[in-house]
């Protein structure tokens, strides 16, 4: 019998991902769902970020580049850190990738052995767990609550490092939850890392996106954890362009070197014409950014305070990114004529069949009592959405 990659079965397929192509799917046949699925900003890439790839496009910027990404690019990236996360980096200290997520992947691959544990908390984006088994390493998954703003506390940090412990995956601002360490909250979690061999990657995808004043602190701008710790970022949300595939890693050049040498055997170069895009997106000063984050912020007011009117939902208020993650457990046990809900897959079953809107289930982060719900979308979706949800409940016996 052909037998296939043992390693690979043990991988689930992406949940959001799948999610999305069932609404898409639905879509085509012409059923009128309201997706809140979206893990992308619902804005243009800007217009000045367009004009660059097309310019590179004309100048015949078609071929391949170095691997780790086109010289120009690399100074944007180092520049960018400087400026933005007092982080001081070379160029050779830089890989760009086909998006964050193969920048983590990269990254992981080269820093874990089997057997070796890498931290994380729950809710946790949903690629975490599968990249660690990719590459061979344990999830050790620290829980949280919405009661803990769905933070860690350096005393759980603490209780979860082993002789076996590689790696601590940090994500601020988060995705699923929105939550935001505060720059004090990464000092105390800092000073459990201090003088420990332990890899630090840190996950800033959303690091533009952050409400009320709130500031991203880089846990890798901590003098002790420099060495020790890789920090990933990109264009895709802070530019609205998730379809370009640029993201970055940058730390130590042990650790990036053999990501390069990976990179170099499974992709090579990202896109030689999203790299130029990328360049004049991380040069080119834009208001059309901060309008973006202004927006999110007040469709973030809005969707909060309307969900916490629904009877039985509590919606925490996150301080970044563009989800919210709240807490559907009231309704576990509840039934229609067809449908019984008994998790959070059931409850976003239910919400699609029943009223054609798209949620994604809190277990595909880890968190099996919540769900995510976008607002990467127009206010009339917002409201629209709100409504079917509140209809939903209401049949709910
Ligand atoms: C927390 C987090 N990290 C990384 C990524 C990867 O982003 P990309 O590969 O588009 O750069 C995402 C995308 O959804 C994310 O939510």
């Not at 959001?16 to 699925?37: N, P, Q, R, W, Y």
């Not at 603490?158 to 601002?173: C, D």
């Not at 008994?342 to 079953?349: A, M």
Request: net charge negative.
């Amino acid at each position: 019998m052909l037998s296939l990659s043992e390693s690979l079965l043990n991988v689930e397929e992406s949940r959001t991902m799948a999610l999305s192509a069932l609404i898409k799917k639905l879509k085509a046949e012409g059923k009128d769902v309201l997706s809140f699925s979206a893990g992308e900003p619902d804005f243009d890439t800007p217009e000045f970020i367009k004009k660059a790839a097309v310019k590179a496009i004309h100048a015949n910027f078609t071929r391949y580049t170095a691997n780790e990404g086109y010289p120009a690019l690399l100074k944007a990236i180092v520049d960018k850190f400087a400026k933005d996360n007092d982080l001081n980096f070379e160029q050779k200290n830089i890989l760009v990738s086909n998006g964050a997520k193969q920048s983590i992947y990269n990254v992981l691959m080269s820093v874990c052995n089997p057997g070796d544990e890498v931290i994380f908390q729950s809710p946790y984006w949903v690629s975490y767990p599968e990249m660690v088994k990719l590459a061979g390493a344990n999830s050790v998954v620290i829980e949280t609550t919405a009661e803990a703003n769905f933070k860690i506390t350096p005393e759980q940090l603490e209780k979860a490092i082993t002789p076996k412990t590689k790696v601590f995956l940090f994500n601020t601002p988060s995705n699923p939850t929105g939550a935001v360490y505060s720059k004090d909250e990464i000092l105390a979690l800092a000073e459990v890392l201090k003088g420990k061999d332990i890899f630090i990657i840190s996950d800033e995808i959303y690091e533009k996106i952050v409400f009320d004043n709130e500031k991203h602190f880089a846990i890798g701008s901590i003098e002790e954890l420099r060495e020790k710790t890789i920090t990933v970022n990109g264009v895709s949300k802070a530019y609205a362009m998730t379809g370009w595939r640029i993201g970055y890693a940058a730390g130590n050049e042990k650790v990036i070197k053999l990501a390069r040498n990976l990179q170099s055997h499974s992709t090579s170069n990202a896109c030689s014409i999203s790299q130029a895009a990328a360049v004049a997106a991380l040069t080119q000063h834009s208001e059309e950014i901060e309008k973006m984050v202004v927006a999110f912020q007040k469709r973030r007011d809005f969707i909060v305070e309307e969900l916490n009117r629904i009877e039985g939902i509590h919606c925490p208020k996150p301080t970044g990114a563009f989800y919210v993650f709240f807490d559907v457990s009231k309704f576990y046990g509840k039934t229609t004529d067809h449908i019984k809900i008994t998790d959070s897959s059931s409850f976003c079953d239910y919400m699609l069949k029943e009223e054609l809107v798209g949620l994604v289930p809190g277990i595909a982060f880890g968190n099996d009592d919540c769900v995510r719900m976008s607002y990467a979308c127009s206010y009339e979706e917002i409201i629209d959405g709100i409504n079917r949800i509140t209809r939903g409940l209401k049949k709910l016996g």
